[in-house]
């Protein structure tokens, strides 16, 4: 009986054994393939973004790309899956994080080298663009199920969705000018094509408590570009 249950035992430890040295080649595999085809790119793609993994159930890992080395991008505490989406050309990184055991994700930026949780973001903000100012823009889903677009600034998300007659439902673009491109919902029809463009105010010269950007008030101008969706594409 001993015998026996050494050689089950023995059995299973080789199993082990064998799954962890396939998982490991699989990871290999895919990276080595990864930056095969990454290297194959014009001189004009010298950053990439995106994430890796084994499949299913191994977690993903985010990386970039850059001057033909492959960089993981790390970790976040009590997350175990994560994909990188964009990155603008500081070299910022933006993706989200997931969690397996609930589905839970939330937003990161990666920059300097450290992988973080999106300040003042939580799992209701779906990041969708980074500018070059470190402002992202995405959709916010509010306690009623709605989805807003949401502009992500200096740690705070705002509500674009609710500043007009129509709600705008996601917002997926935004440039260097701070002008930012998305769907308004029509609900029975096809979506709209929105641009907002930023309008500042001088700061208020005797608010001692405002200072930097707080210190202006930003409104928007609202145009519908088009109501064919394709034109963003």
């Known amino acids: 009986l001993a015998k026996t249950l050494d050689q089950k035992l023995d059995l299973k430890l080789g199993e082990s054994t064998r799954m962890m040295q396939t998982q490991f080649s699989q990871s290999a595999e895919i990276i080595r393939h990864v930056t095969e085809r990454l290297t ?3 001189e004009t793609n010298r950053q990439v973004v ?4 084994a499949g299913y159930p191994t977690p993903n890992r985010a ?3 850059s001057n033909g080395t492959l960089t993981d991008l790390g970790s976040i505490k009590g997350y175990d899956g994560f994909v990188a989406t964009d990155i603008n050309n500081n070299g910022q990184v933006l993706g989200y994080a997931h969690r397996s055991s609930d589905g ?3 937003p990161f930026l990666w920059s300097n080298g450290v992988m973080q949780a999106l300040p003042g973001a939580g799992s209701n903000f779906h990041a969708s663009d980074i500018n070059d100012l470190g402002q992202i823009v995405g959709t916010l889903t509010l306690a009623s199920g ?3 677009a949401a502009l992500w600034r200096n740690g705070v998300v705002e509500d674009l969705g609710s500043h007009f007659d129509r709600p705008l439902y996601s917002a997926g673009a935004i440039n260097n000018r701070g002008q930012i ?3 308004v919902s029509t609900f029975n029809s096809d979506p709209l ?3 907002l463009t930023p309008v500042s105010t001088p700061p208020l010269a ?5 200072s930097g950007p707080s210190a202006q008030v930003i409104t928007w101008q609202p145009d519908v570009v088009s109501v064919n969706p394709s034109v963003c594409r």
């Not at 005797?206 to 405002?210: E, G, N, R, T």
């Open 193 to 195: 094509i929105f641009r």
């Open 146 to 148: 709605e989805n807003h």
């Open 63 to 65: 990386f970039l790309w």
């Open 104 to 106: 839970a994700e939330i």
């Open 206 to 210: 005797k608010d001692v408590s405002a």
């Open 181 to 183: 491109a998305g769907t």
């Open 50 to 53: 995106g994430f890796a993994g």
């Open 40 to 42: 194959k790119l014009d």
